[in-house]
Protein backbone atom coordinates (compact mmCIF):
# COMPACT_ATOMS: atom_id res chain seq x y z
CA UNK A 1 0.00 0.00 0.00
CA UNK A 2 1.53 3.45 -0.99
CA UNK A 3 1.25 5.72 1.85
CA UNK A 4 1.19 9.78 2.04
CA UNK A 5 2.94 11.52 -0.39
CA UNK A 6 4.48 15.13 -0.18
CA UNK A 7 6.24 17.00 -2.38
CA UNK A 8 9.06 18.68 -2.08
CA UNK A 9 10.79 17.34 0.81
CA UNK A 10 12.79 20.09 0.99
CA UNK A 11 12.02 24.14 0.19
CA UNK A 12 14.17 27.24 0.69
CA UNK A 13 12.61 30.73 0.40
CA UNK A 14 12.92 34.16 1.04
CA UNK A 15 11.02 36.06 3.63
CA UNK A 16 7.84 37.46 1.82
CA UNK A 17 8.10 35.45 -0.88
CA UNK A 18 4.98 32.15 -1.11
CA UNK A 19 5.13 28.65 -1.52
CA UNK A 20 3.09 25.58 -1.46
CA UNK A 21 2.87 22.39 -0.55
CA UNK A 22 1.18 19.23 -2.30
CA UNK A 23 -0.12 16.07 -0.26
CA UNK A 24 -1.55 13.06 -1.72
CA UNK A 25 -3.21 10.68 0.87
CA UNK A 26 -3.46 6.87 1.08
CA UNK A 27 -6.07 6.32 -1.63
CA UNK A 28 -9.50 5.77 -0.16
CA UNK A 29 -8.60 7.65 3.24
CA UNK A 30 -11.76 10.25 3.81
CA UNK A 31 -9.45 12.23 6.50
CA UNK A 32 -6.96 14.80 5.40
CA UNK A 33 -4.85 17.04 8.23
CA UNK A 34 -2.25 19.30 7.48
CA UNK A 35 0.69 19.60 10.70
CA UNK A 36 3.18 22.25 11.26
CA UNK A 37 5.98 21.23 13.68
CA UNK A 38 8.93 23.70 14.60
CA UNK A 39 12.09 22.04 15.57
CA UNK A 40 11.99 20.35 18.92
CA UNK A 41 8.05 20.31 19.42
CA UNK A 42 5.19 18.51 19.06
CA UNK A 43 2.94 18.43 15.62
CA UNK A 44 0.54 21.22 15.44
CA UNK A 45 -2.26 20.65 13.92
CA UNK A 46 -3.79 23.52 11.17
CA UNK A 47 -6.13 21.86 9.49
CA UNK A 48 -8.45 19.28 8.98
CA UNK A 49 -10.35 18.04 5.79
CA UNK A 50 -13.18 15.33 6.14
CA UNK A 51 -13.35 14.63 2.04
CA UNK A 52 -13.48 18.09 0.44
CA UNK A 53 -14.71 19.72 3.53
CA UNK A 54 -12.84 21.79 6.31
CA UNK A 55 -13.53 20.02 9.92
CA UNK A 56 -11.41 22.21 11.75
CA UNK A 57 -8.89 25.46 10.72
CA UNK A 58 -9.07 27.10 13.69
CA UNK A 59 -5.15 27.14 14.19
CA UNK A 60 -4.55 28.08 10.34
CA UNK A 61 -3.29 31.72 10.19
CA UNK A 62 -5.63 32.61 7.89
CA UNK A 63 -4.21 35.99 6.52
CA UNK A 64 -1.08 34.18 5.30
CA UNK A 65 -2.16 30.13 5.21
CA UNK A 66 -4.69 28.76 2.12
CA UNK A 67 -5.58 24.86 1.85
CA UNK A 68 -7.81 23.25 -0.53
CA UNK A 69 -8.69 19.54 -0.99
CA UNK A 70 -9.17 19.03 -4.45
CA UNK A 71 -12.07 16.67 -4.92
CA UNK A 72 -11.42 15.52 -1.63
CA UNK A 73 -8.05 13.43 -2.86
CA UNK A 74 -5.19 15.46 -3.06
CA UNK A 75 -4.67 18.97 -1.17
CA UNK A 76 -2.63 21.87 -0.87
CA UNK A 77 -1.64 24.29 1.55
CA UNK A 78 -0.11 27.63 0.63
CA UNK A 79 1.65 30.54 2.57
CA UNK A 80 2.22 34.00 1.14
CA UNK A 81 3.51 35.67 2.07
CA UNK A 82 6.08 33.62 4.36
CA UNK A 83 8.01 34.64 7.21
CA UNK A 84 10.56 33.78 9.18
CA UNK A 85 9.10 32.04 12.02
CA UNK A 86 7.04 29.97 9.34
CA UNK A 87 10.31 27.87 8.89
CA UNK A 88 9.22 24.13 9.90
CA UNK A 89 8.46 21.08 8.59
CA UNK A 90 4.92 20.67 7.45
CA UNK A 91 3.68 16.75 7.84
CA UNK A 92 0.12 15.98 5.99
CA UNK A 93 -1.61 12.65 7.69
CA UNK A 94 -4.16 10.56 6.31
CA UNK A 95 -6.69 8.24 8.39
CA UNK A 96 -9.14 6.26 7.37
CA UNK A 97 -11.65 8.12 9.50
CA UNK A 98 -11.40 11.15 11.75
CA UNK A 99 -9.10 10.78 14.81
CA UNK A 100 -11.77 12.56 16.77
CA UNK A 101 -14.54 10.95 17.57
CA UNK A 102 -14.67 6.86 19.89
CA UNK A 103 -13.46 4.95 17.10
CA UNK A 104 -10.10 6.00 17.27
CA UNK A 105 -7.85 5.32 14.52
CA UNK A 106 -4.50 5.25 12.94
CA UNK A 107 -3.34 8.64 11.16
CA UNK A 108 -0.70 7.67 8.33
CA UNK A 109 2.05 10.76 8.23
CA UNK A 110 3.84 12.07 4.78
CA UNK A 111 7.55 12.26 5.51
CA UNK A 112 7.05 16.12 5.27
CA UNK A 113 8.20 19.55 3.65
CA UNK A 114 11.01 20.82 5.58
CA UNK A 115 10.71 24.60 4.80
CA UNK A 116 13.28 27.16 5.78
CA UNK A 117 12.63 30.83 5.06
CA UNK A 118 15.36 33.44 4.93
CA UNK B 1 -9.40 23.83 26.90
CA UNK B 2 -7.21 21.14 26.10
CA UNK B 3 -3.81 20.79 27.62
CA UNK B 4 -1.39 17.44 27.82
CA UNK B 5 1.90 16.46 29.68
CA UNK B 6 4.72 14.37 29.52
CA UNK B 7 8.25 14.95 30.79
CA UNK B 8 10.09 16.14 28.06
CA UNK B 9 13.23 13.85 28.45
CA UNK B 10 13.68 10.37 29.58
CA UNK B 11 17.21 8.02 29.98
CA UNK B 12 17.08 4.34 30.02
CA UNK B 13 19.92 2.09 29.75
CA UNK B 14 20.03 -0.88 26.40
CA UNK B 15 17.89 -3.74 27.48
CA UNK B 16 15.96 -1.99 30.56
CA UNK B 17 12.03 -0.61 30.93
CA UNK B 18 11.35 2.75 30.59
CA UNK B 19 7.50 4.04 30.91
CA UNK B 20 6.62 7.39 29.74
CA UNK B 21 3.77 9.42 31.09
CA UNK B 22 1.01 11.29 30.25
CA UNK B 23 -1.78 12.93 31.90
CA UNK B 24 -4.53 15.23 29.30
CA UNK B 25 -7.52 17.58 29.26
CA UNK B 26 -9.28 17.75 26.74
CA UNK B 27 -13.35 17.79 25.83
CA UNK B 28 -14.99 15.03 24.14
CA UNK B 29 -11.82 12.41 25.02
CA UNK B 30 -12.03 9.33 23.39
CA UNK B 31 -9.20 7.22 24.31
CA UNK B 32 -5.52 7.74 24.13
CA UNK B 33 -3.30 7.26 20.99
CA UNK B 34 0.65 6.86 21.31
CA UNK B 35 3.11 8.26 18.42
CA UNK B 36 6.76 7.56 17.79
CA UNK B 37 9.11 10.33 15.53
CA UNK B 38 12.64 9.59 14.91
CA UNK B 39 14.82 12.30 13.94
CA UNK B 40 13.94 13.81 10.72
CA UNK B 41 11.43 11.14 10.52
CA UNK B 42 7.60 11.20 10.36
CA UNK B 43 5.40 10.43 13.73
CA UNK B 44 4.43 6.61 12.98
CA UNK B 45 1.34 4.95 15.06
CA UNK B 46 1.84 2.72 18.02
CA UNK B 47 -1.16 2.33 20.00
CA UNK B 48 -4.57 3.44 20.35
CA UNK B 49 -6.40 2.66 23.88
CA UNK B 50 -10.18 3.30 23.63
CA UNK B 51 -10.70 1.82 26.89
CA UNK B 52 -9.01 1.33 30.31
CA UNK B 53 -6.21 -0.93 31.20
CA UNK B 54 -3.21 -2.12 29.51
CA UNK B 55 -2.67 -3.28 25.59
CA UNK B 56 0.27 -4.73 24.67
CA UNK B 57 1.80 -5.42 21.58
CA UNK B 58 5.06 -6.57 21.81
CA UNK B 59 7.78 -4.52 23.59
CA UNK B 60 5.45 -1.74 23.72
CA UNK B 61 2.36 -1.61 26.08
CA UNK B 62 0.17 1.07 26.70
CA UNK B 63 -2.11 1.83 29.70
CA UNK B 64 -5.47 4.23 30.07
CA UNK B 65 -7.06 5.50 32.79
CA UNK B 66 -9.68 7.58 31.97
CA UNK B 67 -10.93 8.56 35.06
CA UNK B 68 -7.63 9.87 36.15
CA UNK B 69 -7.42 11.47 32.47
CA UNK B 70 -3.44 9.62 32.72
CA UNK B 71 -1.78 7.14 30.49
CA UNK B 72 1.62 5.38 30.05
CA UNK B 73 3.63 4.20 27.51
CA UNK B 74 5.97 1.32 28.58
CA UNK B 75 8.83 0.23 26.30
CA UNK B 76 10.79 -3.22 27.73
CA UNK B 77 14.11 -4.68 26.13
CA UNK B 78 14.90 -1.50 25.31
CA UNK B 79 17.10 -1.32 21.77
CA UNK B 80 18.95 1.26 20.36
CA UNK B 81 16.82 2.06 17.90
CA UNK B 82 14.07 3.14 20.55
CA UNK B 83 15.77 6.04 20.57
CA UNK B 84 13.36 8.59 19.76
CA UNK B 85 10.45 11.13 20.32
CA UNK B 86 7.18 9.83 21.74
CA UNK B 87 4.02 12.07 21.70
CA UNK B 88 0.59 10.97 23.48
CA UNK B 89 -2.90 12.76 21.34
CA UNK B 90 -5.86 12.49 22.63
CA UNK B 91 -8.45 12.13 20.01
CA UNK B 92 -10.87 14.60 21.72
CA UNK B 93 -12.66 16.79 19.70
CA UNK B 94 -9.81 17.92 18.59
CA UNK B 95 -6.50 16.36 17.59
CA UNK B 96 -3.53 17.64 19.72
CA UNK B 97 0.02 16.58 19.84
CA UNK B 98 2.21 17.86 23.11
CA UNK B 99 5.44 18.55 23.22
CA UNK B 100 6.50 15.20 23.30
CA UNK B 101 8.85 12.69 25.36
CA UNK B 102 12.66 12.36 23.98
CA UNK B 103 13.53 9.30 24.98
CA UNK B 104 17.88 8.17 25.09
CA UNK B 105 19.11 4.85 24.94
CA UNK B 106 22.25 4.57 26.92
CA UNK B 107 24.50 1.84 25.48
Known amino acids: EAGVAQSPRYKIIEKRQSVAFWCNPI?????LYWYQQILGQGPKLLIQ????????DSQLPKDRFSAERLKGVDSTLKIQPAKLEDSAVYLCASSLVSMTGPRGTEAFFGQGTRLTVV | GQSLEQPSEVTAVEGAIVQINCTYQTSGFYGLSWYQQHDGGAPTFLSY????GLEETGRFSSFLSRSDSYGYLLLQELQMKDSASYFC????????FGKGTRLHILP
Open chain 1, 27 to 31: SGHAT
Open chain 2, 49 to 52: NALD
Open chain 2, 89 to 96: APPGDKII
Open chain 1, 49 to 56: FQNNGVVD
